[in-house]
């Protein structure tokens, strides 16, 4: 059975930081693409930074320089290092798996707020 178990999430100030962590068991993160995505309330799911199978790292232009997507395959989780946090920031962040055969795996999700 597949399981991503996303951690890290919370309420901070806006300007401070966070870190997001995603430890997967059933998958090895090494052999798929992995990424992470939110979800504002008022807004689509969308792509926050995701590391393709050949190892190349994707950020969206609105976390670039703040974000950083930190992985430890020996430990088989993946982070989100976030920075610079802004109200915009809030939502909630899944942790995402994709295979080459394209089947998708997402944790449950972990709520980030941002106080103005």
């Known amino acids: 059975q597949v399981q991503l178990v996303e951690s890290g999430g919370g309420l901070v100030q806006a300007g401070g930081s966070l870190r997001l962590s995603c430890a997967a068991s059933g998958i090895t993160f090494s052999n798929n693409a992995i990424g992470w995505y939110r979800q504002g309330p008022r807004t689509q799911r969308e792509l926050v930074a995701r590391?393709?199978?050949?190892?190349?790292?994707v950020y969206a232009d609105s976390v670039k320089g703040r974000f950083t997507i930190p992985r430890d395959d020996a430990k088989n989780t993946m982070d989100l290092q976030m920075s610079s946090l802004q109200p915009e920031d809030a939502a909630v962040y899944y942790c995402?798996?994709?295979?080459?055969?394209?089947?998708?795996?997402w944790g449950q999700g972990t709520q980030v707020a941002v106080s103005s």
């Open positions: 995402n798996s994709r295979s080459c055969s394209g089947r998708e795996y």
């Open positions: 590391i393709n199978r050949s190892g190349i790292t």
